[in-house]
């Protein structure tokens, strides 16, 4: 006997999938591990609200009753924002969730394999998950890159977040095969600032190149996904130099109180909040915002490929 895929597309989404009409797949943890409430509820609306006016249909994917869900109500998002005891779900522990029940919020490595299951091929988030600090002893690296070596999905992030080793980010991509491609600049953005120090692998400045090599990805039958890295509007970004003693605080708190695994980024990105008196959620929000403007345009540029 065969267990059935728990998938469950909202009608919205089904319907705009069936016509080819762009969709841009969106992701829960950041709501509910990522922001406090109540700016996680009020910032998952606006960055549907954003795909919708760049023409694209939003599916935001969480774990709800034991069943994927693609594309939630105003109440779906409005109870998970508030839940305070929500599973963080990557490739490990996803179908373990599945099988017990309950809620769960997807993270990058999570949401690209329930979107490709959907059939969407663009996810627009905040930050990726990458190399951590200390990781030469730790060995801590987030799943969300070895997911984007197999999991044939785009992502549209801000760079890697500035708390984790990114030259050694930027390696294991490189190492998995994965196209790591910044918009509209030469220099791969850290997250909160539009800079890092580190050039990017590759510069792209037309959405309709994004999924063109995608499609050429495909036709050469490499598996995995492509990273678009969109830099944080100028307005909005905090400047390397302003943060970095709040993150080497943060990271040293973390040490002291033996934080691990997937506890890490919810804890140093609620520290950073404190540190930087609310600045770095604003630079947070703004960037999910704008990637999510992107990710509707690149969706365009793969409807018009068909
Ligand atoms: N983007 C944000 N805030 C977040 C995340 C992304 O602006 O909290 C989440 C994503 O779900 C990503 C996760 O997969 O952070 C990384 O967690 P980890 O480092 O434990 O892999």
Excluded at 137 to 155: G, K, N
Excluded at 200 to 213: F, G, N, Y
Excluded at 270 to 288: C, K, M, P, Q, Y
Aim: hydrophobic share 45%; aromatic share 4%; net charge negative.
């Amino acid at each position: 006997m065969t267990t059935a895929l728990p998938l469950q597309l909202s009608d919205e989404v089904k319907a705009a999938l069936e016509a080819n009409q762009p969709v841009v797949a969106l992701e829960s943890t950041i709501i509910t591990h990522g922001m406090p409430y109540p700016q996680n509820v009020e910032t998952a609306k606006a960055v549907e609200a954003a795909v919708r006016e760049e023409g694209a249909v939003p599916a935001t994917i969480a774990i709800m009753d034991g069943n994927i869900c693609v594309g939630l109500s105003d109440e779906d998002l409005e109870a998970l924002a508030q839940e305070t005891d929500v599973a963080k779900l990557s490739r490990a522990d996803l179908a373990v969730r599945l099988a017990t029940g309950g809620a769960g919020a997807t993270t990058v490595a999570a949401t690209m394999i329930a979107a490709h299951l959907a059939g969407i091929h663009v996810f627009a988030t905040g930050g990726i998950g990458g190399v951590h600090k200390g990781a030469e002893s730790s060995f801590d690296i987030s799943a969300d890159l070895q997911e984007l070596s197999q999991t044939p999905v785009t992502v549209v992030c801000a760079g890697a977040k500035a708390i984790l080793d990114l030259p050694k980010t930027l390696e294991v991509l490189e190492t998995n095969g994965v196209p790591v491609m910044t918009f509209g600049q030469d220099e791969f953005p850290a997250f909160w600032s539009r800079e890092s120090g580190l050039k990017s692998p590759l510069r792209v400045d037309e959405p309709a190149i994004i999924a063109k090599s995608a499609r050429m990805r495909a036709a050469l039958k490499l598996p995995g996904g492509q990273l678009v890295a969109n830099p944080i509007p100028t307005t909005d970004e905090i400047s390397a130099d302003d943060l970095r003693p709040h993150i080497e605080q943060a990271q040293s708190e973390a040490d002291a109180k033996r934080i691990a695994a997937k506890d890490v980024t919810p804890f140093l990105l609620d520290r950073l909040f404190h540190l930087t008196e609310g600045r770095s959620l604003e630079a947070n929000i703004a960037l999910v915002l704008n990637n999510a403007r992107l990710g509707a345009r690149i969706a365009r540029e793969f409807s018009k490929l068909g």
